[in-house]
């Protein structure tokens, strides 16, 4: 098992940065693929960025480019989601997860373990 705990939310106003942490442990839990996903109300879970163990390739999805960054501390055991220039629409709870295998982390279903999830507001 791998236990993730998210820290980091709160209430920001448009434009300003909130910085998300995810902090690991459990079995190896250093090797694995990590995730970001967000769930706005009303909406379904949807992918926000990805970084690989193996390789540290990144991956975000488009409406966060430019503002947002996925980072990890691998001796920490915690990834990190830098978010800047934060909007009301990025207002969600986001969730960290880590996946076993590479292929398709821009899906939840690749995912084998999640935290609990950090509520995000953004204000106008």
């Known amino acids: 098992q791998v236990q993730l705990v998210e820290s980091g939310g709160g209430l920001a106003q448009a434009g300003g940065s909130l910085r998300l942490s995810c902090a690991a442990s459990?079995?190896?839990?250093?090797?694995?693929?990590m995730g970001w996903f967000r769930q706005g109300p009303g909406k379904e879970r949807e992918f926000v960025a990805a970084?690989?163990?193996?390789?540290?390739?990144?991956f975000y999805t488009n409406s966060v480019k430019g503002r947002f960054t996925i980072s990890r501390d691998s001796a920490k055991n915690t990834v990190y989601l830098q978010m800047n220039s934060l909007k009301p629409e990025d207002t969600a709870v986001y969730y960290c997860?880590?996946?076993?295998?590479?292929?398709?982390?821009?899906?939840?279903?690749?995912?084998?373990?999640w935290g609990q999830g950090t509520q995000v507001t953004v204000s106008s």
């Open positions: 997860a880590a996946a076993a295998r590479p292929d398709g982390l821009g899906h939840p279903t690749t995912y084998d373990f």
């Open positions: 459990g079995r190896t839990s250093s090797n694995f693929h």
């Open positions: 970084i690989t163990w193996t390789y540290g390739n990144i």
